[in-house]
């Protein structure tokens, strides 16, 4: 695949960070190895000055070396007196340089192009003695450029072994990502309900590995919600386009004509189911909102009869339409089995604000609380949306919705409070 993407970005990194910390050493090294010839040579020359020293002496008022010492120092050492050189054999290279730190007298190093000369003058009675060293710095400069080229060749070799060593660790990585990846497509296409199942996260990689299996598991879940939507549609849709064909059919067969209030009502019904469920899936997708809850009670109730009893400024955190949407079924479902009333009241409860809708029919059973909100169920021969319907809106929105057996029709609705 090449260096490219995310595998290119790793290793060129990493190349460029062991480039810049060999280039840090390199120069750090050659710094500190320069100090230490510098010190090197300046050490040397002093031992020799004090070699040297050490063979001058005063005979009769006159400066002279010791007999046989000084032919060992004539190409390394030159020894003025008053001025003159009285001992040491002059280069032409240094010789300039000589002669004015002889002359001098003063301590004092100085470095030429090949050498370091260093002149420090000798207390004798009666006499200016000045005693001039030589170090050759050739020896020096070719082991520095040894070290120098030695360290190059090494950090060249540890940058390239960085970056080989990168490309086969994150080739690696890669390899297991890439691996999850195909094995996830795989399963999402024919076995969704595998998962990787790595355990206890040891490392990013099992990290990604859990993510993965959080992700497959939300997916599932949306399949499963939407499969279980798709099945209450089918089933609240399925009656009301039953009776239209039924009456259709009935009509055709006795040469009447059909009842148009039947046809209009159920219209209506199919509207609402449609209206109520695309209200549910528009509320999954925007953000949360926040309406009053007494405009929406009042605009449920349009056209029913039906008793309202709320505080006028209570809000909740859900969209007016979805409130709308889960409030108008269970209205529909109170009128169809009120004796003569049907009411909402609406009361606080901490961080939430609870709907009652009520009415003086048979109300539900200890056995029907649950059974009631199942797909299918009806306690009459009526044709509206279903219980199920009303759950299935409540719970993709984040709400609660419960039915109470207390001997009346009851059913209990929690919303956030804003």
Not at 187 to 215: S, Y
Not at 276 to 291: F, K, P, V, Y
Request: some cysteine; charged content about 25%.
């Amino acid at each position: 695949m090449g260096l490219t993407g995310l595998r290119g970005r790793i290793v060129s990194l990493a190349v460029l960070t062991a480039t810049l910390v060999v280039a840090v050493l390199v120069v750090l090294s050659h710094v500190l190895l320069t100090r230490a010839t510098e010190t090197d040579t300046r050490t040397l020359a002093r031992t020799r000055a004090e070699a040297v020293a050490a063979t001058v002496q005063l005979d009769n008022g006159t400066v002279r070396l010791v007999e046989g010492t000084g032919d060992a120092f004539d190409a390394v050492a030159w020894v003025f007196a008053d001025g003159h050189l009285i001992d040491g054999v002059r280069h032409s290279t240094v010789a300039e340089v000589v002669d004015q730190l002889g002359t001098a007298g003063r301590d004092e190093f100085r470095t030429t192009s090949r050498y370091l000369l260093y002149a420090v003058p000798l207390p004798v009675q009666g006499h200016r003695v000045t005693i001039v060293v030589t170090v050759d710095l050739a020896p020096y400069e070719h082991s520095e450029q040894r070290s120098m080229m030695m360290s190059l060749v090494l950090g060249a070799l540890a940058v390239a072994l960085a970056g080989f060593v990168a490309y086969l660790g994150v080739s690696r990585a890669l390899r297991v990502v890439h691996l999850m990846s195909a094995l996830a497509d795989e399963w999402g296409n024919h076995d969704p309900g595998r998962r990787f199942g790595l355990g206890p996260a040891r490392d990013e990689l099992g990290e990604l590995a859990k993510t993965f299996d959080r992700l497959l598991d939300r997916v599932s879940d949306t399949i499963a919600d939407e499969r279980r939507l798709t099945d209450e549609i089918a089933h609240e849709l399925r009656t009301p386009m039953s009776v239209l064909r039924g009456e259709a059919q009935l009509a055709e067969l006795s040469g009447t004509q059909v009842d148009p209030q039947l046809v209009l009502a159920e219209t209506d019904r199919l509207s609402t189911a449609v209206s109520t469920i695309l209200d549910a899936a528009r509320s999954r997708m925007r953000g949360e909102a926040s309406c009053r809850l007494a405009a929406v009670l009042r605009q449920v109730s349009e056209g029913r009869e039906v008793q309202i009893d709320t505080p006028p400024d209570i809000e909740v955190a859900v969209r007016a339409d979805v409130v709308a949407a889960v409030l108008a079924p269970l209205l529909d479902n109170a009128t169809r089995h009120a004796r003569t009333t049907v009411s909402l009241q609406a009361e606080e409860a901490g961080d939430s604000v609870l709907v009652h809708v009520l009415d003086d029919g048979p109300g539900f059973g200890p056995d029907d609380l649950e059974r009631v909100f199942a797909p299918g169920h009806s306690g009459t021969d009526g044709h509206g949306l279903g219980l199920a319907v009303v759950r299935r809106i409540a719970t993709a929105t984040g709400l609660g919705v419960r039915a109470v057996a207390d001997g009346s029709g009851h059913v209990e609705v929690r919303f956030p409070r804003a």
